[in-house]
């Protein structure tokens, strides 16, 4: 199986801050990843696929870089209502698997 | 509007069996794959399964966690997706949510979720 690990666990920033979440693919997967965010009591929502394409709807702040077994999920300025946990996923193979998670919260 | 509703979940023993149920609206559901992915209290994703569509003959995969124990079928007549838990472990209480898949992309959207408790 393909396991993602994403770092930090945890990150605390301000609003305003521009933050760089990173998950690393223990082989290459290509640009087969997707990055979600999860507020509490909430389902996941896509934020980004194939590593840097932005899902309808999300604020361009947001943008993902990276190919191969490094990725990068970066917020250029954050908002009040993007703290959160952030998952990275990759679709490059059975079995799918998601990264540990980033909980993004309020310095 | 796209949507998905699960239902079913609930509190069950060690060793039992649950079925959930999951209804789409607002897409032609028949098109898709559809996966189920759960998250343990406190805990991270986990992907349960997925199932595709007829052009490719219903195949299904499964998590090695679940594989043997768990069934997801799927009813394009009625726009549902279902989760088929046998042999229930502790291990197995989670939320559980249907999300549509699409091939190497991502899973958007996806339903509210449903609670699946294993306890004696």
């Known amino acids: 199986d393909i396991q993602l690990t994403q770092s930090p666990s945890f990150l605390s920033a301000s609003v305003g801050d521009r933050v760089t979440i990173t998950c690393r693919a223990s082989q290459g997967i290509s640009s087969y990843l997707a990055w979600y965010q999860q507020e509490p009591g909430k389902a996941p929502k896509l934020l980004i696929y194939a590593a840097s394409t932005l899902q309808s709807g999300v604020p361009s702040r947001f943008s993902g870089s990276g190919s191969g077994t490094e990725f990068t999920l970066t917020i250029s300025s954050l908002q009040p209502e993007d703290f959160a946990t952030y998952y990275c996923?990759?679709?490059?193979?059975?079995?799918?698997?998601f990264g540990q998670g980033t909980r993004l919260e309020i310095k | 509007e796209v949507q998905l509703v699960e239902s079913g979940g609930g509190l069950v023993q060690p060793g039992g069996s649950l079925r959930l149920s999951c209804t789409a609206s607002g897409f032609t559901f028949s098109d898709h794959y559809m996966d189920w992915v759960r998250q343990a209290p406190g805990k991270g994703l986990e992907w349960v399964g997925r199932?595709?569509?007829?052009?490719?003959?219903?195949?299904?995969e499964y998590a090695t966690s679940v594989k043997g124990r768990f069934t997801i079928s799927r009813d394009d007549s009625s726009n549902s997706l279902y989760l088929q838990m046998n042999s229930l472990r502790t291990e197995d209480t989670a939320i559980y949510y249907c999300t549509r898949g699409v091939v190497r992309t991502g899973f958007d959207p996806w339903g509210q979720g449903t609670l699946v408790t294993v306890s004696s």
């Open positions: 996923q990759h679709l490059n193979s059975y079995p799918i698997t």
């Open positions: 199932i595709k569509n007829k052009a490719v003959t219903y195949t299904t």
